[in-house]
């Protein structure tokens, strides 16, 4: 395996001088990156570092799973309650909370704070005095 990686290598390095327009390979440039995975093969060889890496593996199985499943429950109540705070009943249609799916669709956007000025900028145009506390 690591025979095969350093003659990837040395192949795109050649090609690399000798042309500019193959010199774009991406496939090639992904084998060379596999050279980062040879110091995994140390984990093998050491058996304390061995013991780690599996309690370790085993650790994040179950813990990330659990607060993956937390996060999910919490963004459903929350899109339950922006659903009939900002969406049903309105005076006009939400686009971000108009029905159940976008609002939980707005409550991912919340989580991952990306684009979230919009649907804060719609709430207060929209006149939900206090909706920053939601």
Do not use: P
């Not at 937390?70 to 109540?77: D, E, G, R, T, Y």
């Not at 659903?83 to 108009?98: A, C, K, R």
């Not at 990306?114 to 145009?125: A, P, S």
């Amino acid at each position: 395996f690591d025979f095969w990686i350093m003659v990837v290598s040395f192949v795109q390095l050649l090609l690399g001088f000798f042309s500019t327009t193959v010199a774009n390979l991406t496939s090639l440039k992904v084998f060379r990156s596999l050279r980062a995975l040879r110091s995994l093969r140390s984990v093998s060889a050491v058996r304390r570092l061995r013991v780690i890496v599996t309690a370790l593996l085993k650790s994040l199985r179950r813990n990330v799973l659990d607060i993956i499943a937390l996060l999910l429950m919490a963004m459903f109540i929350f899109a339950i309650v922006g659903y009939y705070l900002f969406g049903e009943g309105s005076q006009n249609e939400s686009e971000y909370f108009g029905t159940f799916a976008k609002s939980f669709m707005s409550m991912f956007i919340l989580v991952t704070a990306e684009g979230w000025t919009e649907i804060q900028r719609e709430l207060t145009d929209n006149g939900y005095v206090g909706s920053e506390w939601f």
